[in-house]
């Protein structure tokens, strides 16, 4: 059981530059999170996705796009790369809204460098 | 303001050693608390969740409590091992909203032989 999957694990881009983030999950959740985890900061939300078809803004959206592109799939796009947007970025997937019981599981996490 | 205050920022602990790891939180309204580990180059791993009734909640080594009245949680990790150096997350979760679950910065704790 691979859980959730992202793809790839290390990254370095140019500034301006544009990539997308891959993430898969094989646990039939309905709900799909993209965070970022910054050195001396929580972990912030970006983009999520609480079902197939619907895709929300959350705490520091600004640079990015999302794809809920099937109930297993959720990619973050980012168009034209800053070195703000230096980070690790992890992908994550619940049964259902993160309010509720129902826990996160996360992926190992991409680390994107901008130069 | 909703926010998560972790205490120790980071930890050094002998092996085999107790610690406690602490977190104080302003969320409200609150739904339910989880600690998270996360390894080095890993994504957080669900320890343990807490909803508003629960007082104390155990998994194997590590024993989280809760206290909704004053909103402090804290992180019991007994006879600790060298796998067990990692961060730890606190999380508190509202019933809803656009960012409903509120992380900590984390304890960074490491043990040593």
């Avoid at chain 2, 606190?90 to 910065?105: A, D, E």
Wanted: aromatic share 10%; proline share 4%.
């Amino acid at each position: 059981n691979a859980g959730v999957t992202q793809t790839p694990k290390f990254q370095v881009l140019k500034t301006g530059q544009s990539m997308t983030l891959q993430c898969a999950q094989d646990m039939n959740h309905n709900s799909m999170y993209w965070y970022r985890q910054d050195p001396g900061m929580g972990l912030r939300l970006i983009y999520y996705s609480a079902s197939e078809g619907t895709t929300d803004k959350g705490e520091v959206p600004n640079g990015y796009n999302v794809s809920r592109l099937n109930k297993r799939e959720f990619s973050l796009r980012l168009e034209s790369a800053a070195p703000s947007q230096t980070s690790v970025y992890f992908c994550a997937s619940s049964e259902a809204g993160g309010g509720s019981y129902y826990g996160y599981t996360f992926g190992s996490g991409t680390r994107l460098t901008v130069v | 303001k909703n926010q998560v205050e972790q205490s120790p920022q980071s930890l050094i602990i002998l092996e085999g050693k107790n610690c406690t790891l602490q977190c104080n939180y302003t969320v409200s309204p609150f739904s339910n608390l989880r600690w998270y580990k996360q390894d080095t180059g890993r994504g957080p791993v669900s320890l343990t969740i807490m909803t508003f009734s629960e007082n104390t909640k155990s998994n194997g080594r590590y024993t989280a409590t809760l206290d909704a009245d004053t909103k402090q949680s804290s992180l019991h990790i007994t006879a600790s091992q060298l796998s067990d150096s990692a961060s730890y997350i606190c999380v508190v979760s509202r019933p809803s909203g656009n960012t409903p679950l509120v992380f900590g910065k984390g304890t960074r704790l490491s043990v040593i032989a």
